[in-house]
């Protein structure tokens, strides 16, 4: 893999797991450029998981917020993941992160992933989510703003754009009928969001399985 930040290649030299309570999981990956941290709370069976992403600056609403919602998805046996950046601030690095992350829950069995962003973090939501294989879709919470690329090369997946900002300065590019824009923030509306994604895939991926299984 090779680093957008400088010349130097990015490996992964291997990954250490750590239980801290309960369900949570302290998971370390080693590489060349800085080692990542992230915390896992992974639900028993379940194939389904979502990558909280934080702003880069110290925000405690965020903080809050992206905790509560971890809780409130377990509640629906949907697991979560939250990552410390390698570097705060690079967008393509922390993007980087998140595909990393991506890469170890599909080693876990887990094979259908959303993105959630906080401000800084729903950049990096769209710059991973334009890319990788496991992700089905993208919650950009507060974005600072939403790159044509990264949406156009969101293809079909499902992108949910939640400003709380109230001035509609949040321009959604092109016409994308997989964006569905709420002009403010609910988290419940966030968690209904994400359960009904993660229900519209399994009911396309059950027939799938029915067939495979009558040969």
Not at 64 to 83: F, P, T
Not at 202 to 209: G, I, T
Request: hydrophobic share 40%; charged share 20%; proline share 3%.
């Amino acid at each position: 893999m090779i680093s957008s930040r400088r010349s130097e290649q990015l490996y992964l030299i291997g990954v250490r797991e750590q239980a801290v309570s309960g369900d949570c999981t302290r998971v370390t990956f080693f590489t060349t450029r800085r080692d990542l941290t992230a915390y896992t709370h992974l639900m028993r069976a379940s194939r389904q998981a979502v990558i909280l992403l934080d702003s880069y600056s110290d925000d405690p609403q965020a903080a809050a917020e992206l905790d509560q919602i971890a809780h409130d998805l377990g509640g629906q046996n949907i697991g979560s993941m939250r990552l410390d950046y390698r570097f705060p601030g690079d967008c393509a690095q922390c993007a980087i992160d998140a595909l990393l992350a991506c890469q170890y829950l599909d080693d876990e069995g887990i094979s259908d992933v959303l993105l959630v962003g906080w401000s800084f973090g729903a950049a990096v939501a769209l710059a991973a989510g334009s890319v990788g294989s496991t992700i089905r879709g993208v919650a950009a919470i507060h974005p600072v703003k939403l790159p044509d690329c990264c949406v156009h090369w969101m293809g079909r997946k499902r992108l949910l754009v939640m400003d709380g900002r109230g001035g509609g300065d949040i321009v959604i590019p092109g016409a994308h009928r997989s964006i569905t824009p709420i002009h403010r923030y609910s988290r419940s509306e966030l968690v209904d969001w994400i359960a009904s994604t993660f229900e519209s895939l399994r009911a396309r991926q059950e027939p799938l399985q029915a067939l495979a299984f009558d040969r």
